[in-house]
């Protein structure tokens, strides 16, 4: 009880110096709590203010898709160039080592296949396995305007709400069902449904005509899915119109892990999503790597 017997070292208490009070880097993330905050900022990079997510959850409903025959062989090396991982728990445990530094986003549906009716889906993880496996958020499909319409908005909430309890975003998906418009209209009304509900971020899909109505009117960051395979620099220019555009970042899957050089294509996008490179010359960087 040093301090209370006597006088030890003077004590410095900075009175001219105000406490800093800044807002957190991301749009509409201002009155999360700490934990939460913390969880955004190990996906989203604070100083560009974005995030490179790489998709790997296709399993889930699709089975071994094309280039994840074997996550262990084709998508391991790939980590190292991806922000954050985006995958289902049984791949998680049983393929990614636990010492990997990336933040996961736990994909947490299920209950449907590529069989059947794909928005007959519904939570499929407990939080609390959410919670064990230390995952930074927890991305639930949302099919506005599909059949199953209202039972995935309220698995969405549901996740919102578990979510909130212990300091987890939710990343809402919105998921176009067969025979929907993709355009700037749906994805205003998709991304605004999630949004107002809770979500703590939103995924969707990029769409050339009216993009920027749909990320200025969704009060929460937005990253973009990448879709079917394209030729790599169709899939750079989107990423690079998706930004420019007000997306947040992207969360893509097949344009990386089809790609010719998944790697080289990952340090393509990181270089337009974080560093506002053009497309070109980000596809340049993706052909130079590729030769190497
Ligand atoms: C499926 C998903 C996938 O994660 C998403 O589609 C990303 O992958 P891709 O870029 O291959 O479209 O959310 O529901």
Same mark, same amino acid.
């Given at each position: 009880?040093?301090?209370?017997?006597?006088?030890?070292?003077?004590?410095?208490?900075?009175?001219?110096?105000?406490?800093?009070?800044?807002?957190?880097?991301?749009?509409?993330?201002?009155?999360?709590?700490?934990?939460?905050?913390?969880?955004?900022?190990?996906?989203?990079?604070?100083?560009?203010?974005?995030?490179?997510?790489?998709?790997?959850?296709?399993?889930?409903?699709?089975?071994?898709?094309?280039?994840?025959?074997?996550?262990?062989?084709?998508?391991?090396?790939?980590?190292?160039?991806?922000?954050?991982?985006?995958?289902?728990?049984?791949?998680?445990?049983?393929m990614v080592p636990p010492d990997t530094q990336k933040s996961i986003v736990l994909r947490v549906p299920g209950g449907a296949s590529i069989l059947r009716e794909l928005s007959n889906e519904d939570l499929a993880v407990?939080?609390?396995? /959410?919670i064990r496996l230390n995952v930074c958020a927890m991305a639930v499909q949302v099919y506005v305007g599909s059949e199953h319409e209202h039972q995935t908005i309220l698995s969405m909430t549901?996740?919102?709400?578990?979510?909130?309890?212990?300091?987890?975003?939710?990343?809402?998906?919105?998921?176009?069902?067969?025979?929907?418009?993709?355009?700037?209209?749906?994805?205003?009304?998709?991304?605004?449904?999630?949004?107002?509900?809770?979500?703590?971020?939103?995924?969707?899909?990029?769409?050339?005509?009216?993009?920027?109505?749909?990320?200025?009117?969704?009060?929460?960051?937005?990253?973009?899915?990448?879709?079917?395979?394209?030729?790599?620099?169709?899939?750079?220019?989107?990423?690079?119109? /998706?930004?420019?555009?007000?997306?947040?970042?992207?969360?893509?899957?097949?344009?990386?892990?089809?790609?010719?050089?998944?790697?080289?294509?990952?340090? /393509?996008?990181?270089?337009?999503?974080?560093?506002?490179?053009?497309?070109?010359? /980000?596809?340049?960087?993706?052909?130079?790597?590729?030769?190497?």
């Amino acid at each position: 009880m040093a301090d209370i017997d006597g006088p030890n070292a003077p004590k410095q208490f900075y009175s001219d110096v105000p406490q800093p009070s800044e807002k957190f880097f991301l749009k509409g993330s201002n009155s999360l709590d700490w934990g939460m905050q913390n969880r955004l900022s190990r996906i989203f990079n604070p100083v560009s203010g974005k995030t490179v997510m790489l998709a790997i959850d296709h399993g889930y409903f699709l089975g071994p898709t094309a280039g994840l025959e074997r996550i262990d062989v084709n998508i391991l090396p790939l980590i190292p160039y991806a922000d954050t991982l985006m995958i289902t728990r049984g791949a998680l445990r049983t393929m990614v080592p636990p010492d990997t530094q990336k933040s996961i986003v736990l994909r947490v549906p299920g209950g449907a296949s590529i069989l059947r009716e794909l928005s007959n889906e519904d939570l499929a993880v407990d939080i609390e396995d /959410a919670i064990r496996l230390n995952v930074c958020a927890m991305a639930v499909q949302v099919y506005v305007g599909s059949e199953h319409e209202h039972q995935t908005i309220l698995s969405m909430t549901r996740m919102v709400d578990m979510g909130l309890r212990y300091g987890i975003p939710t990343l809402a998906v919105t998921a176009v069902g067969k025979d929907m418009v993709r355009d700037a209209k749906y994805f205003r009304l998709a991304t605004r449904i999630c949004a107002e509900l809770g979500a703590q971020y939103v995924k969707t899909y990029y769409i050339p005509e009216g993009f920027e109505t749909v990320t200025a009117s969704c009060p929460v960051p937005i990253v973009i899915a990448g879709g079917k395979k394209l030729p790599e620099l169709d899939a750079l220019k989107m990423a690079s119109n /998706a930004i420019n555009e007000g997306a947040a970042g992207v969360d893509m899957g097949r344009n990386v892990f089809q790609s010719d050089a998944p790697i080289a294509m990952l340090q /393509a996008l990181r270089a337009i999503v974080h560093d506002d490179e053009t497309p070109e010359k /980000a596809f340049d960087l993706y052909t130079e790597l590729k030769n190497k």
